[in-house]
Every structure is written in C-alpha cells, then in structure tokens.
C-alpha cells in the first residue's frame, strides 16, 4: 500500500522563498498593471484618482456605491455600471484592509466543469479500475486563476470572515471536528457568508496509521456530522498532512467524497512555501493555508490575507471558487 508523505516534498528554506518572491515581485509588476488594465480593473494610480486618497469620505462613498448594485436603484444599472462599482467598492475595500494591491476579478466559472484526474505519483493500486476519488494538486484549467482552502479550524476570528466578505475572496474550508466542535456557530456564519464547509476528520489523525474501519470512521463520521451540523454532506475531503493509503481513499469513496484536493502551495502570514521546482503559481493551482493566529503564526488571519494575495495578485492571478470547477 503507498503512502504519500507530502511535507517531504517542499525543502524550500525561508530564507530561499523570499528572496525568490522579491526577486519575482518586481517583475510581476509590470505585468499585473498590464494584466489589471487588460481586465478593466484599477492600477494603484486609478484608484486613488490622483487625490491621495487616503481620507475616510471617499472610502465611504466606495462604500455606498457597492451597496446600491443590490439595492432597488441597483436593477436599473447596466451591467457595465454594476461591474464598474462592485471593482470600486472592492477597491475601497482593499484599501480598508491594508491590500497592497486589489484583487483580480476571476472570469466566469466554466459550464462544464473539467475532467479531474489524480496527480501522477499520487495514485494507489486500483485508483481507476475501482473509481476512487481524484487526488490532485492542481484542477485543470487554462485561466489564471487559483484556490484558496483553509484547513483544520483552532483560530476562529471574526475579522477573516469580515475581511473575505467585504473583499468578495472566495475560499473553501476543509474542517476537523475537534477543533470546529469549540464553536459550531463560527463555521455557521462562515457557511451562511457563501463558503462551501468540506471534510477534513473527525480527530486530525494520520490516517495511514490507522485501520480500514478506523479511518472509515474518521471520514465518514465528519462527513455525517458535517451533515448533520450545516445540512449538507461534502462532495470534497482533505486528509490530515496530506497523508493517505489506498483505505483512506476506498473509505472517503463509500461515504460519498467526490474529489481529493491536496495543494499546491501554503501559506503563511510571513512567507509561501511551494511544491513545485519554479516555486511560482500556475493556472488552477489549489493553495493551503490554516485557521491559525498569533499563538502559532508570526501574525494573524488577516495578516496572512494580505501576504497570499499579494503573492496571488501581484503574479496576475484570481481567486476562483473551488467548488465551480469541482
Ligand atoms: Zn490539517
């Protein structure tokens, strides 16, 4: 039975990482402005419309217009001019937030969505002929966009939930019951914001220590609880470490997972550490992160936020929802 160790795949110091993001950085400059132009969105000299933009009044007036795209006033504006304020309120937003720049509006989700296969050296034996679920690190696609999935669920701090929202990023959370099990509701209002709650166990264990039935009840008791708690089962499960055997994978099949997505990159309040050789993003790349705070990280939540995006918008790319491709 194969045992895939994915921590033994990154061996990026610090130190390495971030001298490569600055290095990068300056170059991905000057193809964000190219890109943000191309895609109708502000450069930093549009956003603060030469007026030095720093006061409150004109945040607030960002603010207002966001508003009206839903209101009464809001069914008579073109959808140019919904698109034009909904950029400006998530504009006056990224300020608000500390953003070094605004986020990238992702393109339509496709129709159909892409065929998912599991990643090459990532399989077990019968992986196809049995029909288990897809393990992968990257959903196929040719925009560029990315995933953000944050896992486990200890830090529970309202001011992700605020910053996501007012930002219109979309995430995807992958849940481990003892932790989510402090605070129910978080994940609640969480849900009730638009973000889509998957499986990530019961207790955290490393399943390829564990029995068939052990880890079957791991999986599937989070997927019943998961139900049971916010009313739907989740099509998509995560396991802890990124670590699994052929049992995990024919255990999450019979409780109902869909798809295995590991990740691609993680990130940090201070850093990115990277799975690939070219420690760079490509199209569709599913990026980890945890819900962690200052007893574990150099910074909070938000602090994290700032740094991924970034890292995400400074290389031309969105933040696409997972589950519209998955
Ligand atoms: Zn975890």
């Known amino acids: 039975m194969r045992l895939v160790r994915q921590n033994e795949e990154r061996g990026l110091s610090v130190d390495n990482c971030r001298g490569v993001g600055r290095k990068r950085g300056s170059i991905a400059v000057a193809v964000l402005v190219t890109a943000a132009?191309?895609?109708?969105c502000a450069t930093p000299a549009e956003r603060t419309g030469g007026q030095g933009g720093s006061g409150t009044g004109k945040e607030g007036r960002g603010e207002e217009q966001g508003r009206e795209v839903d209101g009464a006033a809001g069914a008579l504006l073109s959808p140019a001019e919904k698109a034009r304020r909904a950029q400006a309120a998530r504009a006056a937003a990224a300020r608000r937030w500390g953003l070094v720049q605004v986020p990238l509006t992702a393109p339509a989700p496709p129709k159909v969505k892409p065929r998912l296969t599991t990643r090459k050296g990532f399989e077990v034996?019968?992986?196809?002929?049995?029909?288990?679920?897809?393990?992968?690190?990257?959903?196929?696609?040719?925009?560029?966009?990315?995933?953000?999935?944050?896992?486990d669920g200890a830090e529970k701090d309202p001011e992700l939930l605020r910053m996501m929202d007012e930002l219109k990023i979309p995430y995807s959370s992958f849940l481990s019951d003892y932790l989510v099990k402090e605070d129910y509701g978080y994940f609640k209002k969480m849900q009730d914001k638009g973000v889509a709650l998957h499986n990530h166990t019961l207790n955290h264990r490393f399943l390829p220590g564990l029995t068939y039935r052990q880890q079957k009840r791991e999986i599937c008791g989070q997927q019943a609880n998961i139900e049971k708690r916010y009313g739907k089962r989740p099509p998509l499960f995560r396991p802890p470490y990124g670590n699994y055997n052929k049992d995990t994978l024919v255990a999450a099949k019979t409780c109902g997972v869909k798809a295995v997505p590991l990740w691609a990159a993680e990130a940090f309040p201070d850093r990115m550490e990277w799975r690939e050789w070219d420690k760079d993003l490509h199209p569709g790349d599913i990026v980890l992160t945890h819900f962690r705070g200052r007893d574990d990280w150099k910074g909070s939540m938000p602090d994290m936020v700032r740094r991924v995006m970034k890292t995400i918008t400074a290389r031309g790319y969105a933040v696409a929802k997972l589950e519209d491709y998955v």
């Not at 132009?37 to 109708?40: E, N, P, Q, R, Y």
């Not at 196809?128 to 560029?144: I, M, Q, S, W, Y």
């Open 37 to 40: 132009i191309a895609s109708g």
């Open 125 to 151: 034996e019968g992986q196809v002929a049995e029909g288990l679920p897809p393990v992968f690190t990257t959903v196929p696609v040719k925009d560029r966009v990315v995933f953000l999935t944050i896992d």
